[in-house]
């Protein structure tokens, strides 16, 4: 049985209990306090060296990091991963626009503000340079679902798993959402898909 | 013929640059000044809504974004990407660790560094704070690279290139190599493999 390093209240750990469930793939979770570091004890290092959650054991006792790469793996072979070459180098397209340009600043935006962080002059000052950047990426999304259902090829896959995860809870990082109509009609059509679960269902 | 929308600086654009050349496809190739914001012009945004380079230009006139998902393109089906399930999410692990815990770090510190920004006070903070984060990641690739020869399955694959873009001209970020020994000698060996070119060739 697969085992997941998880936290409930992440985006990334989302992705990949989302991509379980919807492959009714069974699988063990053990919750993992961020705040607390306990993903920075020598015991979890030993499983990822770069301290992070989600991280995948393998039933071969390998561990596999990165929530990208853990639903790449998930999904291979299954119809949340398209076969053709292109198709699913575009669906690794989107998967790298979330990590690169998305996520350190819709994610971490919501972060700092749900987890209790003293919001510092310096911190204030990386959070409106992350709210620019991050509606420059709602921007880019929204222009691209003007024109398609989901991401790559008409169908749901795991790039609209990836951009799901931090944009529909985007306003709790100061993201409103309401000026985006085509991701907001993207939003509501990801969370009608077949055994959709929410963030908060370990 | 394949066109390669690119700029020499770039250790994105190397990436692709690298691979084409070593799978010996030939490509034409149009340089972009990111300085000038010629990637965010709207002709160039009509390409890639993003703005950013590299973006290749596929014969049926489809434009590929982000310099990873582009070279898992481009390797697909060859010696530069396993076939192996796990081993390609194994790749996918190394290439979004680069993007997410390298990059923002170490190349964005060398773009500063190298471009010309004025470093002012809320820069040297962020600069500071990169320092330490690329610090963190080149520890990871050490650690690793103690018991491997190359990223994945001992054996030569994208990921390599894609870490090795920005990690062979980490100093120019101010990231001394000197206490890296395991990182250098897989520089060295990446340097050797067949028709490498280096990143000042177009």
Excluded: C
């Amino acid at each position: 049985m697969l085992t997941l390093y998880d936290n409930l209240s992440s985006g990334n750990g989302y992705k990949v209990r989302l991509t379980l469930h919807q492959l009714a793939i069974p699988y063990t979770r053990i919750e993992l306090d961020i705040d607390k570091r306990e993903t920075r004890t020598p015991k979890f290092l030993a499983k990822n060296p770069n301290g992070r959650i989600p991280t995948l054991e393998l039933d071969d006792g390998s561990y596999l990091p990165e929530s990208n790469a853990i639903i790449f793996y998930l999904a291979d072979a299954t119809a949340l991963l398209p076969s053709d070459r292109l198709a699913r180098a575009q669906v690794l397209q989107w998967m790298f626009f979330e990590q690169y340009s998305h996520e350190p600043n819709v994610a971490t935006s919501r972060y700092w503000l749900t987890h209790g962080f003293e919001i510092t002059p310096e911190r204030q000052t990386m959070l409106e340079t992350k709210k620019k950047a991050g509606q420059d990426a709602l921007a880019v999304m929204e222009q691209h679902l003007q024109r398609q259902s989901f991401f790559v090829g008409e169908r749901y896959s795991i790039a609209d798993i990836a951009l799901y995860a931090y944009t529909h809870v985007a306003e709790e990082g100061g993201f409103a959402l309401a000026p985006y109509s085509a991701i907001r009609a993207w939003l509501a059509r990801v969370a009608q898909q077949p055994r959709h679960i929410p963030i908060t269902q370990g």
